[in-house]
């Protein structure tokens, strides 16, 4: 009866986790020398993004923004890609995290063009979590440290992601 029943679980167990819907696109990096551009999440078009402008306005009258916007990559978590910011043309800086955890972008794609969809809320985000996102970011324990109270800040849960090939110089 137990060796039956450890069957039973074993077999439950398999057939669950090949159920999971796995994420259309996980990538941590890209090959040296590689350019970090493609789709990233779930499929999606350039068509309706919006400016930052447009963001930080559509956000100051209505605290949160459904849609697509245009921007930069300025930064990405030096440990897998799991979160990206954007400059924003009133002197702030967005997160942009993916939803669910379920894609990252390539960790070398700072400085590229990016159109992401999603959802944009301003936000506080609590010293634990700031302090996650520097240590991710690469920060000293000392700069990691000198965080000690939460930020208002702008937020973007991404569902998919473009990344353009043509980045700065």
Known sequence: M???????????SLTWSCSQKAPETVVETVAEGEV?????????SEAGALSLDQLVSHLESNGEFEGKILGEIKDVCS???????IDLPNGETMRVTFKDY??????????????????????VTDVET?????????KSKE???????????????AVGVIIKPDAAS
């Open 79 to 85: 440990k897998k890609g799991c979160w990206m910011t």
């Open 130 to 138: 700031l302090r996650h996102y520097a240590e991710d970011g690469g």
């Open 2 to 12: 137990k060796k039956i029943l450890i069957a039973f679980l074993a077999g439950a």
């Open 102 to 123: 379920g894609f990252f972008v390539p960790k070398n794609s700072q400085g590229f063009p990016v159109i992401i969809e999603g959802v944009a809320t301003k936000t």
């Open 143 to 157: 700069e990691v440290e000198a965080i000690t109270a939460p930020k208002l800040e702008y937020a973007f849960e």
């Open 36 to 44: 970090p551009t493609g789709v990233f999440g779930e499929a999606i």
